[in-house]
């Protein structure tokens, strides 16, 4: 079955450290994969997304994701993080073979940051 | 702002009670989804639309519908509520391929509380 597996479910980083937060997939072929964020009574927001091509990906706010097909893994990491980051973020994934947009979601990562 | 607005923002009822969930794409957008986010269950998607016509289905509940409007706005109905069914409900929209690259522009979602 295709899944969207986030392993670390909170996260903490000081303010200025980088930050990685791990993001796995487990689709027959290669899924379309993408980022979220949602900050606190908000809706989700896109960072970014792979579809093909180049496997680092640059998103806003300073994000990127590095897609590894070997290890199955959608990775997204900020050199620095900003308290203004503090937020959830979901991975996702798609296999536009059927149904576009019928994204499978991981089960977010809390991410906390220390002054 | 993502442009999908969602109507009511917070919602409380009783059990045993029906609601419906309004939502308005954005402007030339043809697809809406809807999803439900709780604690246990995470982000999981219930439903989707294109142009009026049922797309997809995920792990709605048949106590669940949901409908396309003409006007492309959707509705979602919840009846016979559970305590199980509060939750925070989002509705998305997205552009159609080829035109668009698969992103989903989120809500800010209803809360529905189940009393």
Redesign the interface.
Known sequence: AQSVTQPDIHITVSEGASLELRCNYSYGATP?L?W?VQSP??????LL?Y?SGDTLVQGIKGFEAEFKRSQSSFNLRKPSVHWSDAAEY?CAG?G?G???????????TKLSVKP | D?G?TQTPKHLITATGQRVTLRCSPRSGDL?V?W?QQSLDQ????LI?YYNGEE??K?NILERFSAQQFPDLHSELNLSSLELGDSALY?C?S?A??PK??????????SRLTVL
Request: charged content about 10%.
């Open positions: 379309y993408f979220y009574g908000q809706g989700l927001q896109l997304k579809f979901f798609a536009y059927g149904s576009q947009g019928n994204l499978i979601f991981g089960k977010g | 993502s999908v697809s989804y999803y995470g982000l999981q998607f989707q797309r997809a995920g989002f998305a997205s159609p391929l668009g690259t698969g992103e989903l522009f989120f809500g800010e979602g």
